[in-house]
């Protein structure tokens, strides 16, 4: 649990002092302003894909030992549209990306708890409602 802990205060600190949580970083980006955000982020999907490929290639497990269950989606991209469609009118509104929301709180952005309260209840509404939601 420590462990978990340090990991994430150092991912918190390299998130803050990289800017990402930035937001005029946030709105340079939407504005096609500045190439920061999406080095950032396109660095990150590489980072991600490298690690999926070297799961799937050498068989990584959980800590327990369970086998990764990695799978490929075939059921349609419409669904992604929609959800990036929301996602980024989100962003773009609130300046915070979902992820580093809690690292902008602690960083001392106190507005930033209106964004989380928002988060948490598109997160209890989706809970109720994702039996009646296409799939």
Not at 47 to 59: D, I, Q, S, T, W
Request: proline share 4%; hydrophobic share 55%.
């Amino acid at each position: 649990m420590l462990r978990i802990f340090l990991l994430g205060l150092v991912f918190g600190i390299a998130l803050t002092m990289g800017e990402i949580i930035s937001w005029f970083r946030i709105q340079e980006m939407f504005y096609f302003e500045s190439f920061h955000m999406f080095g950032v982020i396109g660095g990150a999907m590489a980072v991600g894909m490298l690690f999926n490929l070297a799961a799937r290639r050498f068989k990584w497990g959980t800590e327990s030992g369970a086998p990764l269950d990695i799978h490929q989606y075939t059921t349609g991209w419409k669904r992604y549209i929609y959800g990036g469609t929301v996602f980024g009118m989100g962003w773009a509104v609130t300046g915070a990306c979902p992820g580093p929301l809690f690292i902008t709180l602690g960083a001392g952005y106190w507005p930033i708890l209106v964004a989380i309260f928002g988060a948490l209840l598109g997160t209890f509404l989706y809970g109720l409602l994702m039996k009646h939601l296409p799939h």
